[in-house]
């Protein structure tokens, strides 16, 4: 942990829908940052500088969506910097925060992700566009096919089946319907997820995550001033890393292996060692992880160091991922069930400060004390991870 | 709370209309630079903080095919959306919390590739009620400067010309063996209301300013220049008067229609190390539909 330790004095986000066309892009954040300043009993005059995350900006038809929200999160007069690491955004942002105050540069952090996928007629053909133009866009390569891809290698290193997939489909839906703020409340069984509608072999729909409207806020302030209130979640580590672009580059390494990412592992690395945890399916009490598809879950569990070598689905195996397990995972349903894609790193922290300030509602891990949050981008190529706790040391 | 950070190295693709080659050749060839001015290896460096913009550089996630030239592979890639002298101040925080020793701060513009660079800025207009009436940032700003003087303003300034180019700035430790002489020592960034008029156009300017000074503890007055990156259709007379300056101490681009994207306020610092410091100097930018996002830095010798 540096130094000047920071800290998450709370919360607030809005609620996650197909569209909400009640509301504007501003009228969004407005709604997600009221709420992060209540919850931590904070005014906007308190608030020294503004992150904020959206990306790719293109979802929203509007260049520099922070400008024109800016008096909707209070920004005005106030050092104001926007972050974009693709879906990792809001977990860079998160970190960019900390980093604020850890310097010394701000005492008190608000960090804001937006994102309005509803804006964009075609969500894939933006995706397709982030792709090398000469060499990619025309093989139409998109998140779909690209992970379908790293699911059959899964299959091949560590015997994916489509009945552990559909395990953390279940898992994620049932604890969703604890969480009053996800996107997708279904009642759903194993057979309704392996008989939903195939995308691309081995994927099925409800594998995935839905797209989402919504917007999110985090309060951060500096350790001195955060032992003034009662609940407080202490920032304990962070990493950020970043693989090589090309996913051929990453099946070639020796050290490297597309079933599982090791830029998280990398990223995990740095926020292990900052906090001091050697030992992280004991030392952790709940995982907050940015995995918008079932297998991707459970290739995370090695990239975090839960698991062995090609042993993270015995994880899914013993039920030890699900909420009341070893290690719960994602029990607010996570990205698979609310996926605002610049906003979601930022809800997976937010939801995991809330989780050792045991405030997190119905889907309160019982003494949870340490908890990871992680982000994604890319192609499985941008990571961020972060490690919470309820006592600064 | 003093931070110090020290500057290690730096470099600089001079702006011209077009530079030939790759987007990911232009980046290369800056920070690969930047790396032999600071004698540091990429090895030695803990992460990257860039500042890029999707639709300038045509793609989503733009930085994803540029991990190689901009030399975050296995490190932290810290990506900001506004200019570059942010990316300066982010990159601090990271050196400054202990998160990075060594950190590549890295810019670029690439307008050449671009069809009509001159659509984007309107694209950040609100989508329903303003960029229909084709408001223009030159507009905007004739609007913000007749409200505050009462009289009508009107444009009649050259169209900015797109420019290329790309710039980096290897920053470290104060401490660190390879830091240099100089060291960044204020920082400061201001955010005026969106379209709004009622304030001055240059507050947001004048409020980085102050906080830049009042985080180095260093008066106005002991300022000898102000590098300027963006600010364009802003006489540098009403920049001195705005910051209570001597016209003289104002340096701008040259020409100073050059469009360089979020590149402008990495440019102005390299700028002002490439033509030496020689007492506390400070290097300003602002850009957006009034320019109401603002950043400064100090820069200083030991």
Redesign the interface.
Known sequence: MTSNAAAILGFGQTKFRTVREDVSGPELVFEAVSAALADSQMDINDIDAVVFASAPEVFEGVYEPDRWSIEAFGGVGKPVVRVHTGGATGGSAAIAGARLIESGLYETVLVVGLQRTSETPDAQAVFTTIFDPIFEQDVQLNVITGIALVASRQMEYFGLTEDHMAWVSKKNFDNALLNPFAHLHKNITIEDVKNSRPLAWPLRLLHTCPRSDGAAAVVMTSGANAKRHKSVAWMRGAGHATDVYRIGDRIKDADSDLAIPRALGWACDDAYREAGITDPLNQLDVVEVYAPFANLEIGYYESMGLAPSGRGIELVETGATALGGKIPVVPSGGCMTANPIGATGLVRFGEAALQVMGRAGDHQVDGARVALATACGGIDQFYTAAVLASDPE | ?A?KIGIAGWSLLPPSAEIPGALDELIYSSTSQALVDAGITIAEID?VCMASS??ND????S??????STG???????????DAL?AV??G????????AQTLIVCAWNKFSDVVDPAA??A?????SMHRSLKYHPDAILSLRESQESGTIVLTDAAPLQPNDTAAAVVITTDGHPKAGDLVLSG????????L?PGEPVLK?TQ??VA?ALK?AAVPISDVRRIFVGGLHRISSADIAEALSVPESSIVREDPQTADLGYAAGLVALVHALELGIDGPTLVISAA??GV??ANAVLVEMK
Do not use: Q
């Open positions: 709370m931070l992460g999707d639709l045509g793609r989503a996630i930085t994803m095919t540029l991990t190689g975050s592979f296995h490190k932290s890639e810290m990506r900001v959306c506004n942010a101040w982010m601090a925080a990271e050196v400054g919390s202990g998160a984007i800025p694209l950040a207009l609100e989508p920082f400061g960034s201001s955010t005026g209301p969106y709004r947001p409020s980085a906080a985080f957006g539909l109401e996002s």
